[in-house]
C-alpha cells in the first residue's frame, strides 16, 4: 500500500507575525489535508532557529507589527536566508502576507531605517506617511494548473507601498481596492511557487481554491485534488468578493 503524502510546513516566527488572524491559513490546510487522507506535519521556527531547506515543501511567512516585522528581518537574512533560497530553487512552496511579503524582497524603508529583505523577490517598499491602504480587495490571478483567470478575496491594510523590480511579475491584478501601491494596478508578486501578497482575513478561509493550488504545488500533486463538501467555503469567497465589490 502506497504510503499517503505529506505537506509538511514550516511556520516561520509563528509567535511574532501573525496578525488578522493569518493563523487560520495554517489551519485550513491542515483541516483540508485531514479530510483528503493527507498527512500535514507542522514546524515552527522562531528567533535564532535553523531552518533545513530539505525538510519542508511549504514556507510560510505572515503579517506582524512593524517593532517585530524589524526584529524578524534581522533574524531573516542572518539565520535562514540562504535555506529560503535553497528550497525555493528545488521547489518547495513559499508564502508571505503582508509583513512577511515585504521581508522577501530587498529591503523596507521605515522611516529612518533601512529594513533588509532576503532578495527572494526583486522588490522594494518604502513606508508611506500618506493615508494607510486598508479595505477588502479582489485581484485576478493566473496560475499553473488552473484553467482561466480566478478572483482572490481578501483584505488589506498597509502603510508600506511595494515597487515590484523590473524583472518582477505581480501576483494579480487589482480589481477592487489598493494593492502594492494603490495606483500601479498590480498586487502582490510571484515567482515560480513564491507567492507574496497584502491579503490579510485570513486570505486561505477566504480563498479555499487557493490553499489546494499551494498544497498540490508543494506536494508535486496534479490539480484538481480530490473533491470536497466546499459549500461553506465557497459561501466565504462569495461573502469576501461582495465585501470588495466583485
Keep these: 500500500m502506497a ?19 493569518d493563523r487560520g491559513n495554517l489551519l485550513l490546510l491542515e483541516r483540508r489535508c485531514a479530510w483528503r487522507g493527507l498527512g500535514f506535519r507542522l514546524t515552527g521556527a522562531g ?35 540562504a535555506a529560503l533560497h535553497a528550497a525555493a530553487a528545488r521547489g518547495a512552496a513559499i ?4 509583513g512577511g511579503y515585504q521581508l522577501l524582497g530587498r529591503s523596507y524603508e521605515l522611516a529612518d531605517q ?3 529583505g532576503i532578495g527572494l523577490l526583486d522588490l522594494t517598499t518604502v513606508r508611506h506617511e500618506g493615508p494607510r491602504l486598508i479595505g477588502n480587495v479582489a485581484i485576478e490571478v493566473e496560475l499553473p494548473g488552473l484553467e482561466g483567470p480566478r478572483v482572490l478575496a481578501g483584505f488589506e491594510n498597509h502603510a508600506g507601498r511595494t515597487e515590484l523590480g523590473a524583472r518582477e511579475r505581480p501576483l494579480g491584478r487589482v480589481l ?11 498586487e502582490g508578486a510571484r515567482r515560480g511557487h513564491v507567492v507574496g501578497t497584502y491579503l490579510h482575513g485570513p486570505l ?12 498540490a504545488t508543494a506536494l508535486g500533486l496534479d490539480l484538481p485534488l480530490d473533491p470536497l463538501d ?5 459561501a466565504a469567497h462569495r461573502s469576501a468578493r461582495r465585501a470588495a465589490g466583485v
Design 3 to 21: 504510503e499517503r503524502p505529506v505537506l509538511r510546513v514550516c511556520a516561520l516566527y509563528p509567535d511574532l507575525m501573525n496578525i488578522y488572524a
Design 47 to 81: 528567533i535564532g532557529d535553523a531552518v533545513d531547506p530539505d525538510a519542508h515543501d511549504l514556507f510560510y511567512l505572515g503579517g506582524g507589527q512593524d517593532r517585530d516585522q524589524v526584529l524578524c528581518a534581522h533574524d531573516l537574512v542572518e539565520h535562514k536566508s
Design 95 to 98: 508564502l508571505a502576507v503582508c
Design 114 to 116: 533601512t529594513i533588509p
Design 176 to 186: 477592487r481596492g489598493h494593492g502594492n501601491t494603490g495606483r500601479s494596478g498590480a
Design 204 to 215: 486561505l478561509p477566504k480563498n479555499a481554491w487557493f490553499a489546494d493550488w499551494l498544497t
Design 230 to 234: 466546499d459549500a461553506l467555503e465557497d
